[in-house]
């Protein structure tokens, strides 16, 4: 892809994107910088993720035509079932990608952050899979949040480091990956979890998710007889699952895309994670991009019912996207995703993943075409979300 709305060779997506990172990691940087694209797109690279999607993943993931929701919107609704794949999300796309870059530079160890703990556990999984260390760092407070997914990653013999530091939160933890990559740039490679970071990370990370897309032309060309479909709806936390359903959509304007972003209590609450619609430019994690900050500058701490898309930022490709206004970002509440949650599981028997579920929220109120084709993307599975859809559950019966 080389239109305008894919990265330049200097990882600038207009005015969004760049590699602002300290001297110290300008080594490890410029070396992914040089040798990602040479080694992705390698034919023996790309045989063995690829049958590592298929076989260990589950990929292709089933776009599935959803008939009572169709029939409630009046229009032709797929669903991709990302919700499918191993580990339970989109994640593991990206994390057996970078994996297997990091063999080929021949890092020996792998370190990376995580929230609400789905990317840590992707990380974990790729790296018992190749029998490699695996560090992640985690803010205290979402150590205790996220205790299952904690569990999880430590099952597979990863090492959970907690960190004290700051609000005990995500940032906490990606400031301090970039310490330890810092401290040992030559043994390390550091997967980052979204289309964020410094580049080449939103390139490479949204050509890992491009299969996505790639597969939704092939199988709405079973289910419709042509390759595009009107209209692609998908949630934005960093933007990975969104930028995946896209990509080979970009360039074909006629494809409306539609990214929905969490408004958290609402986009004026000051509890909030609508990035687009709030956020200013600025630096965050290595790259320029639309940032909740104040005047000063300070980043705001974002709130969202999910943890996958309470993130203060968001991928630069998705801040240009919305620049040159060729995609549309919209804003859901906690409860707008909470009902729609319960929505679909009722209507079709999926239960989605919180951050998912916002996708479905807004696809519920959007005036649909009569027989407008929409995909909307179901990045994960609402496993990881009981405790939050029981005590929704009650509220609803008191
Ligand atoms: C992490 C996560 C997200 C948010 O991340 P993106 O990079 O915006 O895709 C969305 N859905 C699920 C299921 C997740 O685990």
Known sequence: MSSS????????????????????????????????????????????????????????????????????????????????????????????????????????????????????????????????????????????????????????????????????????????????????????????????????????ISRFHAITSEEIRRQLTEHEGRELPNTVIACVGGGSNAIGAFYHFIDEAAVKLIGVEAAGCGVDSGQTAATMTLGTPGVLHGSMSLLLQNDDGQIQEAHSVSAGLDYPGVGPQHAHLHKTKRAHYVSITDQQALDAAFELARLEGIIPALESAHAFAYLLEYSAEPDEVIVVNCSGRGDKDMAAYLKHLEKEKA
């Not at 993943?57 to 919107?73: C, V």
């Not at 669903?79 to 870059?101: F, S, W, Y």
Request: proline share 5%; with cysteine; glycine share 8%.
């Open 5 to 204: 709305y894919f990265a330049d060779s200097d990882g600038y997506y207009g005015e969004f994107g760049g590699a602002f990172v300290p001297e110290m990691l300008h080594a490890n940087i410029e070396e992914l910088q040089s040798r990602y694209l040479e080694i992705i797109s390698d034919r023996n690279f790309q045989a063995e993720l690829n049958s590592l999607l298929r076989d260990y993943a589950g990929r292709p993931t089933p776009l599935y035509f959803a008939p009572r929701l169709s029939e409630k919107k009046s229009a032709k609704i797929y669903i991709k079932r990302e919700d499918l794949l191993h580990t339970g999300a989109h994640k593991v796309n990206n994390t057996l990608g970078q994996i297997l870059l990091a063999q080929r530079l021949g890092k020996k160890r792998i370190i990376a952050e995580t929230g609400a703990g789905q990317h840590g556990v992707a990380t974990a999984t790729v790296c018992a899979m190749m029998g490699i260390e695996c560090i992640v760092y985690m803010g205290a407070m979402d150590v205790e949040r996220q205790a299952p997914n904690v569990a999880r990653m430590k099952m597979m013999g990863a090492q959970v480091v907690p960190v004290h530091s700051g609000s005990k939160t995500l940032k906490d933890a990606t400031n301090e990956a970039l310490r330890d990559w810092i401290n040992n740039p030559d043994s390390t490679h550091y997967i980052i979890g979204s289309v964020v970071g410094p580049h080449p990370f939103p390139d490479m």
